[in-house]
């Protein structure tokens, strides 16, 4: 699978059922060529007008199972959710 079909499912909760949003990014670890987490933006600020401050990191390990158009996690929203730089 390609960074740009990642790009295009959206993740969602199965926990709460919430939608996280799409893919933005991924981190590899390079000395095992393996995808280690996947970000995906967090709720916008002020309706979407000034960005956001939040970002989704989600762990591999909590994917349950990629469709083809969602994916589906199971984590902790408030534990995944970290400030932006």
């Not at 079909?5 to 981190?27: H, T, Y």
């Not at 995906?40 to 989704?56: A, N, Q, S, T």
């Not at 989600?58 to 996690?73: A, M, Y």
Request: glycine residues 8%.
């Amino acid at each position: 699978m390609r960074m740009c079909e990642l790009r295009e499912k959206e993740v969602i909760n199965a926990i709460d059922c919430q939608r996280l949003g799409f893919v933005c990014d991924i981190e590899f670890n390079l000395e095992c060529g393996r995808i280690e987490k996947l970000i995906v933006p967090g709720p916008c600020k002020l309706f979407g007008i000034i960005g956001r401050e939040y970002e989704y990191i989600i762990d591999f390990r909590c994917i349950v199972q990629i469709g083809p158009d969602v994916i589906l996690v199971e984590i902790d929203p408030e534990k995944a959710l970290h400030k932006c730089c």
